[in-house]
């Protein structure tokens, strides 16, 4: 799946602010040259952003760079979903310099930014941005919303994709995020992933090395841990039966990664959850 050009109409409009509240967030990868601010207020599941996959959940608060692509796919289990998203346009902050000097930044040419607990306090803003219908009324409450943000706990999210690739010409890493995305839960071989992007193994491992700056094995690691810390966050599963549910082949190779990748073993990373 190709990620998706997003055009966005705010009619003369420097924000677009926007109410989600549905059964699901229906997976859509696309991207848009505006900056874009997500809160979640109900729903759980995987965040995508550039090639970064994390889990989400309600109290997410994620600021994504112009021109990122990015989706978010709900749990099975989720009946529910909200959202608030705001879309605005640097370019339309530029000519006012201390607007432009607080937007820069939060710009890092990575993916984005994850904030934490900032949920509580930052909430109301985003939902006084959904029952003011001036446009200038509005642009006060970003810059405060930006302002709150700006001191407080974030997480960069990175971006390993080269910048060289063209969004709209590059379908090859769409099609094996997709691929994953239905696979992750089997087994995954280097040359059948290969195949749907029509390389050679050997070809396909050095480019994916080279678009990425990891190997796919590493990649798919990842991927497989993130959703193996959202079934521990929100399942009753034993380590053992996530362990094969998110595709590993032995509980010691799952522990080995797990540890690797979070550098604390999944038994701790549970307690450690159940503590919050």
Not at 119 to 144: A, G, W
Request: one cysteine or more.
């Amino acid at each position: 799946m190709r990620a998706k050009r997003e055009y966005l109409q705010q009619n003369d409009a420097s924000i677009g602010v926007y109410h989600i509240q549905q059964d699901s967030f229906v997976p859509y990868w696309h991207y848009h040259p505006e900056i874009e601010l997500t809160l979640i207020k109900k729903g759980q599941g995987l965040r995508f952003i550039g090639d970064a996959v994390t889990t989400f959940e309600e109290g997410d608060v994620v600021l994504i760079e112009p021109d990122v692509p990015h989706q978010w796919v709900s749990s099975k289990e989720v009946i529910e979903v909200e959202a608030i998203v705001v879309h605005f346009n640097q370019e339309h902050f530029k000519s006012i310099p201390e607007l432009n000097q607080l937007l820069t930044s939060f710009i890092s040419k990575g993916s984005g930014i994850s904030f934490l607990n900032i949920y509580q306090s930052i909430s109301p803003l985003f939902s006084q941005l959904l029952v003011k219908k001036e446009s200038y009324l509005r642009l006060t409450d970003l810059v405060l919303i930006l302002h709150h943000l700006k001191s407080a706990e974030s997480e960069a999210i990175p971006y390993m994709l080269s910048r060289d690739i063209n969004l709209q010409g590059n379908d090859r890493l769409d099609k094996i995020h997709q691929y994953i995305f239905q696979k992750y839960s089997s087994t995954i071989r280097i040359d059948e992933i290969a195949s749907i992007v029509n390389m050679t193994k050997t070809s396909f491992c050095r480019w994916f090395k080279h678009v990425k700056g990891i190997s796919f094995i590493h990649y798919l690691h990842q991927f497989r841990i993130e959703q193996a810390c959202h079934l521990i966050k929100h399942s009753d599963l034993s380590i053992s039966e996530i362990c094969y549910e998110v595709g590993f082949e032995s509980l010691s190779q799952f522990n080995r990664t797990f540890k690797q990748i979070k550098e604390c073993s999944p038994s701790t990373f549970r307690k450690y959850i159940h503590k919050e």
